[in-house]
């Protein structure tokens, strides 16, 4: 492949590395990963409320990895509400879980940036082969693209399975239990998973610019060390 176009794809990998980088950054610290309805099972009961009147006892919540904010009903009007995870929910959630999607979620930038960094070097410097050439490229590109994919498996883990959503509802409310409706991933999980799919694209695109995918050898090369064994 020509070296021009070789640039302009290696610059396309590069400007969607830098965006998947700042789109993470704003979704880590924005309230909208989840967006969920929070019926206040006790009310409920109390008054044998069904159909249009359990709208009445229907609240709703959204929060991301730091905050959030929600609407709890009973009956007797709504009741908003604001929390944050540290240092108020710890004795709520799995600090574990929620602790190790920040990590990841941070290294997760990191190196996207040096993705960045790499892509943009491999299109205008002299790279050299084994770090900064097509190795290095796809060593990133799949740690990245781990990194998200862990992210979007350990927070959808803290959600379903350690129910997050009905963990916050019920924080700190004795006389009322609130049961979860639903639960809808909203826009900055989402970001995470355009990420996680970039970074797949990107290997796809140090393939279109002509570069072997890392531990296959091409025949010649193959062939070169046959008859480099036989001389010795």
């Not at 249009?52 to 904010?69: A, P, V």
Request: charged share 15%.
């Amino acid at each position: 492949m020509p070296s021009q176009q070789k640039k302009i794809i290696f610059c396309m990998a590069g400007v969607l590395s830098f965006l998947c980088a700042l789109g993470v950054v704003t979704a880590v610290g924005t309230p909208l990963w989840i967006k969920a309805t929070i019926l206040c099972k006790t009310g409920a009961l109390l008054v044998n409320a069904s159909g249009k009147e359990l709208d009445k006892f229907m609240g709703e919540m959204q929060y991301g990895l730091f905050h959030g904010e929600g609407i709890r009903q009973c009956g007797l009007g709504a009741r908003p509400f604001r929390f944050s995870f540290f240092p108020d929910l710890l004795q709520a959630i799995p600090v574990s879980i929620h602790v190790n999607i920040i990590l990841f979620s941070m290294i997760l930038v990191v190196l996207t940036m040096v993705g960045t960094a790499f892509f943009m070097y491999n299109a205008f410097g002299k790279p050299f082969e084994t770090l900064h050439g097509p190795l290095g490229l796809y060593l990133v590109s799949f740690i990245s693209g781990s990194c998200g994919c862990l992210v979007m498996v350990l927070f959808a883990s803290e959600v379903k399975i350690h129910h997050l959503s009905e963990k916050i509802a019920n924080f700190k409310e004795g006389t009322y239990a609130y049961k979860t409706q639903t639960e809808n991933y909203t826009t900055s999980f989402w970001v995470v998973f355009i990420c996680f799919f970039v970074h797949f694209l990107n290997g796809l695109l140090i393939r279109l610019a002509g570069f072997q995918f890392p531990f296959t050898k091409s025949k010649d090369t193959e062939t070169t060390n046959v008859a480099a064994d036989l001389m010795y």
